[in-house]
Every structure is written in structure tokens, then in C-alpha cells.
T-cell receptor, first 113, second 114 residues
């Protein structure tokens, strides 16, 4: 069965600095998708970034980028120039095709001014 | 284009009661999934509907049931509520074809069972 592991329950970063959140996953599949979602205290799960496993190029979305290492089954999220509004729970998630999303346990990110 | 909406935002029920939660998919999305998120946990998959048919189910008992309507809105019904059913219930929709692998979430319904 596929699993997603986030080993950092909490992380903190100073405003304008860079932080990296870790995620590892386990699967025997070769074709799948990986996601990072952000969940602020308002509870809504917001898509941050998406990566297709068949693409070697790391996805980027403005200040957010990933380091996707398929062989190592690692998918970390880098947030550059951190802002106060980035403070939230961040969930790493795996999906094969249109199957269910499998989430990690989340990393709480605090941003200090 | 409207996003995914859910109602109600909060709900309090007592043990043994039944509850219905509602979700309106994002415009043009014909697949809807429901997730349960306990406090401090990641969301857990309950089930998924595609064109009004259930096409995937997680490890939840039969007292969790659902419906999808022709306009692709959806309901989650929970019978015989238990204290452990207290959680945030999230609905997510995705389009058919291009982009179908990405799910977009609603704001959730917070259910408290006393």
C-alpha cells in the first residue's frame, strides 16, 4: 500500500528567509502525481504545487518549488522569501491517476517577523 | 467560476443521530471525493463519485453513505453517529480529462458529536 511520511511536525522560518519541508513516500507504481497542499487556520485545503512523476523537471510556482527525487521517493517543498501569510499546515499528498489522495500527517509552518 | 462550496460550516449532533453534509462541485467538475480529517491528522479518504456512481471507497463503515446528483453536487450521510465521527469533513472535486488528477477542496464542515 502507498504511504506518505512527513517527518517534521513543526518548522519555523524568519520572514524573507527560505525553508524546506520534507516528504517521503512509498509506492511500487511508476506513474503517479505528488502534491503539496496548504491548510491555514481557515481550514480550506489550498493547492500549492503539483508534480507529475514522469516529468524529471522540478515543478515551480512563484516562490514555491519542489525537489523531486523519484528513485529516493522524496518530494520536498522549498518556500523562498517566506511571508507571514505562508504560516499554515502543509500536507504532502500522493495520487495514482484518479484514485484517492493519500496524505501525510502534515508539517506546521510558523513564520516569524 | 465558483469554487467548491460546502454546507453547513459547523454542526453539532448527539450520539446516535444522523447527519447530511452537502457539497457543490466547482463548475465543470464531475468527480467528487469526500475526506474525514480528525484533529491534528491528515485527511482520510471516505469515498468518491463519478457521474453519480460510487467509484472508490476507503476504510469506512456502511453507515457512511453518499450521493451525487445530475448537477454533480453531492451529499455525505452518516447514520448512528459516534463520538469518533467528530471531525472536519472535506469535499473535493476534479474535472474530467485534462487536469483530472488534481482535486480542489471546499472549506469543510466541522462536525461535533456529543
Amino acid at each position: 500500500a502507498q504511504t506518505v511520511t512527513q517527518s517534521q511536525p513543526e518548522m519555523s522560518v524568519q520572514e524573507a528567509e527560505t525553508v524546506t519541508l520534507s516528504c517521503t513516500y512509498d509506492t511500487s507504481e511508476s506513474d503517479y502525481y505528488l502534491f503539496w497542499y496548504k491548510q491555514p487556520p481557515s481550514r480550506q485545503m489550498i493547492l500549492v504545487i503539483r508534480q507529475e512523476a514522469y516529468k524529471q523537471q522540478n515543478a515551480t510556482e512563484n516562490r514555491f518549488s519542489v525537489n523531486f527525487q523519484k528513485a529516493a521517493k522524496s518530494f520536498s517543498l522549498k518556500i523562498s522569501d517566506s511571508q507571514l501569510g505562508d504560516a499554515a499546515m502543509y500536507f504532502c499528498a500522493y495520487r495514482r491517476g484518479t484514485d484517492k489522495l493519500i496524505f501525510g500527517t502534515g508539517t506546521r509552518l510558523q513564520v516569524f517577523p | 467560476e465558483t469554487g467548491v462550496t460546502q454546507s453547513p460550516t459547523h454542526l453539532i449532533k448527539t450520539r446516535g443521530q444522523q447527519v447530511t453534509l452537502r457539497c457543490s462541485s466547482q463548475s465543470g467538475h464531475n468527480t467528487v471525493s469526500w475526506y474525514q480529517q480528525a484533529l491534528g491528522q491528515g485527511p482520510q479518504f471516505i469515498f468518491q463519485y463519478y457521474r453519480e456512481e460510487e467509484n472508490g471507497r476507503g476504510n469506512f463503515p456502511p453507515r457512511f453513505s453518499g450521493l451525487q446528483f445530475p448537477n454533480y453536487s453531492s451529499e455525505l450521510n452518516v447514520n448512528a453517529l459516534e463520538l469518533d465521527d467528530s471531525a472536519l469533513y472535506l469535499c473535493a472535486s476534479s474535472p474530467e480529462g485534462r487536469g483530472q488528477e488534481t482535486q480542489y477542496f471546499g472549506p469543510g464542515t466541522r462536525l461535533l458529536v456529543l
